[in-house]
């Protein structure tokens, strides 16, 4: 079992940078493979971007690729979604996962989510 909490959100202007944290209880965080998603009002959950048990390995969303960088840090059980660059279509609650998908952006490859955090991008 793994618990996750999110910090980090907040509202930032249009072309701002946020960084968002994700901090894992229990001793097998880095067994797991890390991902990001979000969810706009209205809208279903999408993936946003995931990341390797070693760090070796990231994978995006076209639509953050080249602005947001996804990172972790296995010694203090944390995975780390650096956002630039922000436009208003990435206001939602961002939540992270851990898992071992076969693709990592299946949301149903995920077996432990967080609550998430809200991100608002004003224009």
């Known amino acids: 079992q793994v618990q996750l909490v999110e910090s980090g959100g907040g509202l930032v202007q249009a072309g701002g940078s946020l960084r968002l944290s994700c901090a894992a209880s229990?001793?097998?965080?880095?067994?797991?493979?890390m991902g990001w998603f979000r969810q706009a009002p209205g809208k279903e959950r999408e993936f946003v971007a995931a990341?390797?048990?070693?760090?070796?390995?990231?994978y995006y969303a076209d639509s953050v690729k080249d602005r947001f960088t996804i990172s972790r840090d296995n010694a203090k059980n944390t995975v780390y979604l650096q956002m630039n660059s922000l436009k208003p279509e990435d206001t939602a609650v961002y939540y992270c996962?851990?898992?071992?998908?076969?693709?990592?952006?299946?949301?149903?490859?995920?077996?432990?989510w967080g609550q998430g955090t809200q991100v608002t991008v004003s224009s």
């Open positions: 229990g001793r097998t965080f880095s067994s797991y493979r």
């Open positions: 990341i390797a048990r070693s760090g070796r390995s990231t």
């Open positions: 996962a851990a898992g071992y998908p076969k693709d990592s952006d299946v949301i149903r490859g995920y077996d432990y």
